[in-house]
T-cell receptor, first 115, second 111 residues
Framework: DTGVSQNPRHKITKRGQNVTFRCDPI?????LYWYRQTLGQGPEFLTY????????KSRLLSDRFSAERPKGSFSTLEIQRTEQGDSAMYLC?????????????FGEGSRLTVL | GENVEQHPSTLSVQEGDSAVIKCTYS??????FPWYKQELGKGPQLIID?????GEKKDQRIAVTLNKTAKHFSLHITETQPEDSAVYFC??????????FGAGTQVVVTP
């Protein structure tokens, strides 16, 4: 158990609907990452936070994706107007330290299926 | 951006044999080189890492070697066991702490 929890674990939605995922890291994790993983592929970087500040957002991410980390604790990832191509596992990870070159502790992911 | 290639994509070994996975990266700013193991239905978990000022690191049956000049690093598993069966990812990391994962290597250890 990494201490990083993600909810919901599974989400099935219809195309065009909005979905929101939540990640709760442990309190020591001042860095928080979001990755997306499709079947048979490695996790793809989406965005990351240092406390409440969003440091970078992947250029591959459309404007339909937005992430927040108010107060530097939990984080949410929202996808608006979902498309079938958004179907994937969304992984959250936390770590300590300012530079982030250390172990990332991943949650078990939130699986999204867009019909 | 970072280009990360991992080989082989699948690896089948007999229990007790060794397994080697190679990762090649393009970003010369990468200075931290972890390997993650992912089991079915779970998030990736760090198994070993190495920093750019070190050439080799070993932890029991697992070792990582780094050739920064050639921009590649490798994972070595000796005396493989069935519980080593999983997908392994390399994730070269830049100084900002952004990991770029490889496509993964499915390792199957047969008894």
């Amino acid at each position: 158990d990494t201490g990083v929890s993600q909810n919901p674990r599974h989400k099935i939605t219809k195309r065009g609907q909005n979905v929101t995922f939540r990640c709760d890291p442990i309190s020591e994790h001042n860095r928080l990452y979001w990755y997306r993983q499709t079947l048979g592929q490695g996790p793809e970087f989406l965005t990351y936070f240092q406390n409440e500040a969003q440091l970078e957002k992947s250029r591959l991410l459309s404007d339909r994706f937005s992430a927040e980390r108010p107060k530097g604790s939990f984080s949410t990832l929202e996808i608006q107007r979902t498309e079938q191509g958004d179907s994937a596992m969304y992984l959250c990870a936390g770590t300590q330290g300012l530079k982030g070159t250390g172990e990332l502790f991943f949650g078990e992911g939130s699986r999204l299926t867009v019909l | 951006g970072e280009n990360v290639e991992q080989h082989p994509s699948t690896l089948s070994v007999q229990e007790g044999d060794s397994a080697v996975i190679k990762c090649t990266y393009s970003d010369s700013a990468s200075n931290y080189f972890p390997w993650y193991k992912q089991e079915l239905g779970k998030g990736p978990q760090l198994i070993i890492d190495i920093r750019s000022n070190v050439g080799e690191k070993k932890d029991q049956r697992i070792a990582v070697t780094l050739n920064k000049t050639a921009k590649h690093f490798s994972l070595h598993i000796t005396e493989t066991q069935p519980e080593d069966s999983a997908v392994y990812f390399c994730a070269p990391t830049d100084s900002w702490g952004k990991l770029q994962f490889g496509a993964g290597t499915q390792v199957v250890v047969t008894p």
